[in-house]
């Protein structure tokens, strides 16, 4: 009789019974282990959190007061003679990937990932397994990115039209992962950079934690309008469209993510700018990652589970689709 695999699909999420923990859980259980901070990945309510020791700050300010024990990258931990270590997966900062060994057997637990480094998350890293999991949000041939520089380049050059012609430049990005990246890309044009809330709660939190960012502004009922003209605003995507934005005029939308790379949502969009930077793999880069880890199998969620499966069996390597709760990063 064939032994069940490492990691098992539960109701609760995937679990390692050989040391009895979960890992990104979408319900309440004893111990998880969390890849990164998404409020997809990372949910309250277990007693015990390991994950890196980035993640830490992120996790108490998104899910309050916890067991949370912070690691290091590549430093293995037992539980119950299961060895357990994180690795960069390059999504966000403190994201990682989980390497489970157990007599003999090795599987890996990508979580989100990206493979070029970003100068903040940490460069992925492929782990040789026997089995690997892996996202597939961007998995359709379509999505091929350009390098980060040259998207960074565009976004400074809009900025400095912006700024030439007295307009507020207002990014959108997700308060965790994409924000700090625009911080990072605009700090060098821009006069100043201004924050919604979300973001600068988030940022505090990460520069307590010791990561080395710009120093932005945050926004608050008491700052003068005319102190945002012709500066960077940088908002979660809950704010477009919102009374709120109305104090920047006159100002431009640039939106943030990788979805722009499909001209139809650039026009729903109705922003005045689309920059395709995303905190995830694109096609080639999930291939290339999938191929590196060696795996003999491979199981594919969230996203296009069914095109990368497909063509991952049509190359004769086996692979699964599963059905997961992960895919909507920021709630």
């Known amino acids: ?33 969390i890849t990164h901070a998404h409020s997809d990945h990372a949910r309250a309510g277990s007693q015990q959190y390991l994950c890196h020791h980035h993640s830490v700050p992120l996790l108490q300010l998104r899910l309050g007061n916890h067991a949370y024990q912070g690691i290091a990258w590549n430093q293995p931990v037992h539980i ?24 003999g057997e090795v599987w890996v637990v990508s979580g989100d990932y990206k493979l070029e480094n970003d100068g903040l998350s940490g460069a992925f890293e492929p782990v040789t397994c026997h089995t690997f999991v892996t996202e ?29 012609n007295g307009i507020t430049s207002v990014l959108i990005a997700y308060s965790l992962g994409k924000a700090q990246r625009v911080v990072q890309a605009l700090h060098p044009v821009a006069k100043q950079i201004f924050v919604h809330g979300a973001i600068a ?16 502004h945050t926004i608050s009922a008491q700052t003068p309008v005319s102190a945002l003209k012709g500066t960077v605003v940088i908002a979660p995507p809950s704010t477009l469209d919102t009374a709120w934005m109305q104090r920047f005029a006159p100002y431009a939308t640039g939106i943030c993510s990788g979805w722009m790379q499909v001209r139809g949502n650039v026009k729903r969009s109705n922003a005045d700018a689309a920059f395709v930077l ?41 692979a699964d689709e599963i059905t997961t709760q992960f895919g909507a990063e920021e709630v």
Not at 289 to 300: D, L, N, P, R
Request: hydrophobic share 40%; proline share 8%; aromatic share 10%.
């Open 1 to 33: 009789m064939p032994l069940p695999p490492l990691i098992q699909r539960t109701p609760k999420g995937l679990y390692c019974a050989a040391g009895d923990f979960f890992i990104d859980p979408w319900a309440p259980v004893y111990k998880a282990i």
């Open 80 to 103: 119950n003679g299961v060895s357990v270590s994180l690795h960069p997966a390059g999504h966000i900062i403190g994201s990682s990937q989980v390497r489970i060994a157990y007599k």
């Open 136 to 164: 597939s949000t961007f998995g359709l041939p379509i999505y091929t990115w350009q390098p980060q520089a040259a998207v960074y380049a565009q976004m400074q050059q809009w900025v400095l039209n912006n700024q030439a």
């Open 201 to 216: 709660n988030t940022h505090d939190a990460l520069l307590r934690a010791g990561c080395q960012l710009p120093q932005v």
């Open 278 to 318: 995303s905190d995830h793999a694109d096609w080639p880069g999930l291939l290339q990652a999938i191929k590196a880890t060696q795996a003999q199998k491979v199981w594919v969620t969230h996203g296009f589970q069914s095109v990368l499966s497909r063509y991952l069996n049509e190359q004769g390597i086996e």
